[in-house]
């Protein structure tokens, strides 16, 4: 890395961080700035309330200025951004294509309310829609992912004439009631009860089988029986959606083995389900793929997205309808309403990133760098780390899953471990962070998933520090 103090270069080129940043008026300030770091940090302990946190127990990191795949604190560290924040930046800080656009926007016409037409609004609706499969061709648009779920579900139950929506244990779908109650995970305990109409299921997970599995078709048999002896069980009559994460996100990058999907969608069209594909996290290119269940080759009733839509530089999520659900609505009024809907500034932003994505051959890349360095170099991390049970997944989205033991496969912390329980996994994700890489981390697992325009050096550079941090790891095998 480049040191801020002296300006001497002690890296690669694609690895030297910028020397000054912009504060609140656009004035440029060089790096470190020890008053800035004061003033952010002691602003945001005093009236900063932080989610999921005990709110006395964080240290928010003050993050100064980002550029492409990197960020830096004010006190010029910088940090290759592996996790794109919330696997949200998939154009990575600060694209200039985007900044542009969104300053144009807000030059030109900065908002509008979602009952009038916007130039923007429609051509980003336009573009979605080319790319979406099958029949999806309306676009409703929210301000995020979880209210995309939850209006999802309130299409579903809408046109259906149900209520109950199932949804996978291993799963986070948003923070907002019904999304809440569609998670899975963890989260969604403590807000319980909510909305009393989710009842939940078991995935797939061949590395986890629940249903003693032996090989990914296995699994996949096993689990779609699964699936439709809960869909017997709850009522077919009362359940009006599926709602799957396409390649499950921050619960362990599960991409679904061969013929899962297929099995889903034909089991929703016996029993008269909706399909609601969730791609807030995978859509847009994470995977290689403007939307993940191309790669799959299935086609849902609904898809939610957000995030990688516009890399969240405005927020800005969405459902992606078929005609068959839009068309009960021609004569029979939505319920449903957002003011912020289609913002201008969070539109142009969108468009952009489809012209950015066509121009510089963004999915290819991501399919490129996937296949050719990011698969060889974990699988040779396995092999070299006894803390590694297992690699999996596509494109620019991996995890790395530590066990103690790899003959029982034991993990690495406990399922939800905290505090002293999930010391193993701090003490690595720590040694990321000194060697200046954001790691992504959650239970168990470390994720890989850098920005999409990520440099190949970069990208190689923060394999190897992931390599050396899991010497850490390694201490802890029993097995």
Not at 39 to 52: C, G, I, M, N, P
Not at 59 to 78: H, I, K, M, R
Not at 96 to 103: G, N, R, S, T, Y
Not at 219 to 238: C, K, N, P
């Amino acid at each position: 890395m480049t040191d801020l103090l002296s300006g001497t270069d002690t890296a690669t080129d694609a690895e030297t961080p910028a020397a000054t940043y912009a504060d609140r008026s656009g004035e440029r300030h060089p790096l470190p700035d020890l008053d800035a770091d004061a003033r952010v940090r002691a602003d945001d302990r005093a009236h900063v309330f932080h989610s999921w946190s005990a709110q006395a127990l964080i240290d928010p990191l003050p993050v100064a200025a980002g550029e492409g795949s990197t960020f830096w604190d004010y006190q010029g560290n910088a940090y290759l951004d592996f996790s794109s924040q919330l696997v949200n930046l998939n154009l990575g800080h600060q694209h200039p294509d985007l900044v542009a656009a969104i300053q144009q926007q807000a030059g030109r016409l900065a908002t509008i309310q979602p009952s009038m037409a916007s130039d923007v609004r429609g051509e980003l609706a336009r573009r979605i829609v080319e790319v979406a499969p099958g029949d999806l061709d309306k676009v409703f648009f929210t301000n995020g992912g979880a209210d995309a779920n939850e209006y999802a579900v309130r299409l579903a139950r809408a046109v259906t004439g149900r209520r109950k929506v199932l949804s996978m244990y291993r799963s986070y779908h948003g923070g907002t009631a019904t999304a809440i109650s569609l998670t899975g995970d963890p989260r969604r305990w403590a807000n319980e009860p909510s909305d009393g109409s989710v009842a939940h299921f078991l995935g797939p997970y061949p590395y986890r089988s629940s249903f003693h599995a032996d090989t990914p078709e296995q699994e996949t048999e096993r689990a779609l029986a699964h699936l439709e002896q809960v869909i017997t069980l709850e009522g077919a009559s009362t359940i009006a959606a599926v709602i799957i994460e396409t390649v499950v996100g921050t619960n362990g990058v599960l991409v679904p083995p061969p013929g899962y999907l297929q099995g889903v969608r034909e089991l929703c069209d016996r029993y008269g389900i909706v399909y609601i594909a969730d791609e807030v996290m995978v859509g847009f290119g994470r995977i290689g793929e403007w939307f993940a269940v191309n790669h799959f080759g299935v086609t849902p009733d609904l898809i939610t997205f957000a995030k990688g839509v516009n890399s969240g530089y405005v927020p800005l999520g969405g459902v992606v309808i078929s005609q068959r659900i839009a068309s009960h609505f021609d004569t029979v009024a939505f319920q449903g309403g957002l003011t912020y809907s289609g913002h201008p500034l969070a539109c142009a932003a969108g468009v952009a990133t489809f012209e950015v994505f066509e121009r510089d051959g963004i999915l290819e890349r991501v399919r490129d760098l996937g296949s050719r360095v990011v698969e060889p170099r974990l699988r040779e991390i396995a092999a070299a780390h006894p803390s590694v049970g297992e690699v999996r997944g596509l494109g620019l989205f991996w995890a790395i899953e530590l066990v103690r033991d790899r003959a029982t496969r034991e993990p690495l912390v406990p399922f939800n471990a905290s505090g002293a329980d999930a010391a193993p996994m701090a003490e690595v994700a720590g040694a990321c962070k000194r060697a200046g890489v954001w790691p992504f981390t959650h239970f168990n697992r470390m994720h890989v998933a850098p920005p999409l325009v990520i440099a190949e050096e970069e990208l190689r550079r923060g394999l190897d520090v992931i390599d050396e941090a899991l010497a850490i790891a390694d201490r802890y095998v029993v097995g």
